[in-house]
Each structure stands twice: as structure tokens, then as C-alpha cells.
């Protein structure tokens, strides 16, 4: 899923494209990517952009007067610019947005069309699609932990959780609590003052870095290659090769659809986290050690 420097990329690179120009037409691929029936589609074409916003990992255009398009790319939503009137391709296109200086394609890979396309009328409608959560980069500290404490879950859990901080899904959660040097499945409150502003500084540091790292990708061109895998990172998408601080093996956590990677050294004090399935189904066989996972 496209997280949180994606998303400021994506919208830093569409700025000079589209700010100030009309959004001709909505053209739909795929009639289940609109989620609102009222106001109609067509009430946002011909309209002027005047600004692009993030709300968490949703990207919203902002239409003259107070109209707003709520588009949220969910797991394999990308964006693509191509040149005006270019066909949505595909499978994989859902839709287009016609500017008088290109369009911008919508594809979702995979079978499920998660992704969403919501319009509506009013900065009050606008908060309703709001998670609320607290955006890091603007935070202190001190504000970190107290949103930090508010619940008591796991780490991973927190991290990801949109109502408590924004734009923060798996792939940088894993790269933030590696930074941090602490368990995936650490409970937010019985963190040490010193922990949580290892986690704070850690966040940081890893947002902005990425943020960094994919404007440079990028160039002056606009984001092809948006992904939850990147070379560079130290433990997303890195089961079973090494760690690159102390060169023990990545372990992994499945569930559901998503996994939490993480170093057992680095952040679990050695200690081999059970994974759901499988070690239920090796029961007794479960490592639960890096020396009895290494033997």
C-alpha cells in the first residue's frame, strides 16, 4: 500500500501538473471504484484544481468552489501520467482523469478492487473520511507518546493503526520498529520513556529518509515505481535474508493478507516470535530461539 511518502511524492509530482487546471472528465473503467452516489461524478467536470491534499494515505482534489475527490489507492492502487486522453489499460485501469495537460491513470493490480473514488461538497463532508490520525512529522514528542499510550496494542498494531497516526502502513512500520530496536508485538504501554522516544526519533528518521530517497527516484519525472518492496530496506520484504546491522536471518510474522518482518536479534533479544500458522502447526518444532532456528 502506498504510504505516507508515496503519497507526498505522488502529490508533489501532480502539483505542477494539475494545480490550476480543469478537470475536464472522470472517465470510469470500472464503475466499483465510485463509492458515492450523491453529489453525481459529473458535478466535479469542468471544474478548476486548487489544491492537493493528503488525508493519511488518501489523496484528495480540491475542486473550486468546495468540492473534494476522495481517492484512496488501498494495497495495489497506482497513479500514472500519461499523455492527454490515454486509455486506461487493461485489466488492471480503472480510471482517468482528463486535464488539459495530460491524465492521470488509475490501475489496481490483482483480482479485488479495493481501491475507492469518493466526491463530495464541504470541508464538513471532507473530515468525514478523516481518520484523525497524528501526523508525526508535525508532532513532538511528548505528543507521540501520549497518542502512543491512548491503547494498549502491539506495536505493529499502533504503528498502522489510521486512527492514531497517519499514513503509516506495513512496509515502513517494519523498517521503524527495526530502527527502533524493539518487537513487533511490544505493547504500547509498558514501553519505557526511553523506548518511545526511540520509537518517535526512529519514525522520523525513517519517514523522511524514505521521503528523501523516492524524491531522488523520482527525479523530475513522475513516480513509476511505487512499491512496499524496496531495495534499501533493512527487514520488509526480507524474510530469511540477512539482517543488514548484525547479518542474522529475517524472521517473519503472517496474518491474514500481510506479514511483519523484523530481525530476532536486533529487536526480540534473540527470541523467534511465533508465527500464527506455522507454529501451531510445527508446535513443539517451533524455534523459539535464532540458536535452535540456526540449528
Known sequence: MPELPDIVVYLERLRPRVLGEKLERVRLANPFLLRSVLPPLPEAHGRTMV????????????????????????????????????????????????????????????????????????????????????????????????????????????????????????SYSDEILHRARLSPLALTQRLSAAEITRLFQATRATLLEWLEQLRQEAGDGFP??????????AVHGRYRQPCPVCGTAVQRIRYAENETNYCP?????????????????LKDDWPRSIEELES
Open 224 to 233: 513509476e515505481k511505487v512499491t512496499a518492496f524496496r531495495d534499501g530496506m
Open 51 to 170: 489544491e492537493l491534499r493528503r488525508l493519511g494515505k488518501r489523496i484528495v482534489f480540491a475542486l473550486e468552489p468546495d468540492w473534494f475527490l476522495i481517492l484512496h489507492l488501498m494495497i495495489a492502487g497506482r497513479l500514472h501520467w500519461k499523455p492527454q486522453g490515454a486509455k486506461p489499460p487493461g485489466k488492471v485501469g480503472l480510471a482517468a482523469f482528463d486535464f488539459p495537460t495530460g491524465t492521470l491513470i488509475l490501475t489496481e493490480a490483482g483480482s479485488k478492487r479495493r481501491a475507492s473514488l469518493h466526491l463530495v461538497r464541504g470541508e464538513e463532508e471532507l473530515a468525514r473520511h478523516d481518520p484523525g490520525g497524528l501526523e508525526v512529522l508535525d508532532a513532538t514528542a511528548e505528543r507521540f507518546g501520549v497518542v502512543l499510550r491512548r491503547e494498549n496494542h502491539t506495536l505493529k498494531r499502533a504503528l498502522t493503526d489510521p486512527r492514531l497516526f497517519s499514513g503509516i502502513g506495513n
Open 265 to 281: 536479534r536486533c529487536q526480540t533479544e534473540g527470541k523467534v516470535l511465533a508465527d500464527r500458522s506455522l507454529s501451531r502447526l
